[in-house]
T-cell receptor
Framework: GAVVSQHPSWVICKSGTSVKIECRSL??????MFWYRQFPKQSLMLMATSNEGSKATYEQGVEKDKFLINHASLTLSTLTVTSAHPEDSSFYIC????????????FGPGTRLLVL | AQTVTQSQPEMSVQEAETVTLSCTYDTSESDYYLFWYKQPPSRQMILVIR??????QNATENRFSVNFQKAAKSFSLKISDSQLGDAAMYFCAYYSNTGNQFYFGTGTSLTVIP
């Protein structure tokens, strides 16, 4: 099956610092990747759609200047949490799609972010 | 916007027995995809099964099968011969071809009793 990696898996940082999370599709190319945030025992909340070669599309209520997304190649998307604060602590997951419509999403293992 | 509803927050099943997880969705589109994903305690989302809306035949993957009722907008997951490793959160998901977006249900937490 398709493999999507995410790095780092765990990050602890001080309030005010920026954190970059990488999402890579290892054995396929994806023009679109998705970034989600998940709180404990809840469903995935879509944050933004990352488009290769163009600007990301953000969901309502998600600050684009806070969560910077760059989709530099067909296999790599990055999410940068700028000036992180404790309320940004969460589990972040990316996904990339395969199929005629990139409809079948394969997910990265997630990144646990803790901001102190 | 499309909505996906999972009305069972928690379910339990005896090991080796069969359990069915419910999912309904709301859409005006005719062409779409439906999925079940499993999220074990590791929190890695794992694809369990997928169904194309234009196919009438229900998808199956080993012990996992779906009951896809397009007119009723229902997409339930049946797990046969349940195993301890099946214990996880299960999410139903809808993919819109036109919107290029995924919609997730709220999830069902499945416990497998030894």
């Amino acid at each position: 099956g398709a493999v999507v990696s995410q790095h780092p898996s765990w990050v602890i940082c001080k309030s005010g610092t920026s954190v970059k999370i990488e999402c890579r599709s290892l054995d396929f190319q994806a023009t679109t990747m998705f970034w989600y945030r998940q709180f404990p025992k809840q469903s995935l909340m879509l944050m933004a759609t990352s488009n290769e070669g163009s600007k990301a599309t953000y969901e309502q209520g998600v600050e684009k200047d806070k969560f910077l997304i760059n989709h530099a190649s067909l296999t790599l998307s990055t999410l940068t949490v700028t000036s992180a604060h404790p309320e940004d602590s969460s589990f972040y997951i990316c996904s990339a799609g395969r199929g005629a419509y990139q409809e079948t999403q394969y997910f990265g293992p997630g990144t646990r972010l803790l901001v102190l | 916007a499309q909505t996906v509803t999972q009305s069972q927050p928690e379910m339990s099943v005896q090991e080796a027995e069969t359990v069915t997880l419910s999912c309904t969705y709301d859409t005006s589109e005719s062409d779409y995809y439906l999925f079940w994903y499993k999220q074990p305690p590791s929190r890695q989302m794992i694809l369990v099964i997928r169904q194309e809306a234009y196919k009438q035949q229900n998808a199956t993957e080993n012990r996992f099968s779906v009951n896809f009722q397009k007119a009723a907008k229902s997409f339930s997951l049946k797990i046969s011969d349940s195993q301890l490793g099946d214990a996880a959160m299960y999410f139903c998901a809808y993919y819109s071809n036109t919107g290029n977006q995924f919609y997730f249900g709220t999830g069902t937490s499945l416990t497998v009793i030894p």
